[in-house]
Nanobody, 126 residues
Framework: QVQLVESGGGLVQAGSSLRLSCVLS????????MGWFRQAPGKEREFVAAISRTGGGPRYADSVKGRFTISRDNTKNTIYLQMNSVTPEDTAIYYC???????????????????WGQGTQVTVSS
């Protein structure tokens, strides 16, 4: 059984940086396309970033492009989301997700993912 555990969230000021981590256990992470999603209060869950099994072809939501970077270290079964120049609009619960069947074109869809973490709260103050 695959389990995903996120960490690294917290309260930060606008303009600062934060790095989220997601550890996958139960299987080898290189078998899974990985993504980050977020959900703000009163809003639907939205795509943030995704990365292929080998670490190539990252995709980003327009709202985070140029500020966030997704990466992975399959030797550590860990996926990262480096968040720079954060704004209050980035405040949300951030979820890590894993997919055994996703490809580049479907990686932005939440329904493509089989496994989800419990989420980590990121709050950005102005």
């Amino acid at each position: 059984q695959v389990q995903l555990v996120e960490s690294g969230g917290g309260l930060v000021q606008a303009g600062s940086s934060l790095r989220l981590s997601c550890v996958l256990s139960g299987r080898t992470s290189s078998n899974y396309y990985m993504g980050w999603f977020r959900q703000a209060p009163g809003k639907e869950r939205e795509f943030v970033a995704a990365i292929s099994r080998t670490g190539g072809g990252p995709r980003y939501a327009d709202s985070v492009k140029g500020r966030f970077t997704i990466s992975r270290d399959n030797t550590k079964n860990t996926i990262y989301l480096q968040m720079n120049s954060v704004t209050p609009e980035d405040t949300a619960i951030y979820y890590c997700a894993g997919s055994s069947g996703a490809v580049y074109y479907t990686s932005i869809l939440a329904r493509s993912y089989d496994y989800w973490g419990q989420g980590t709260q990121v709050t950005v103050s102005s």
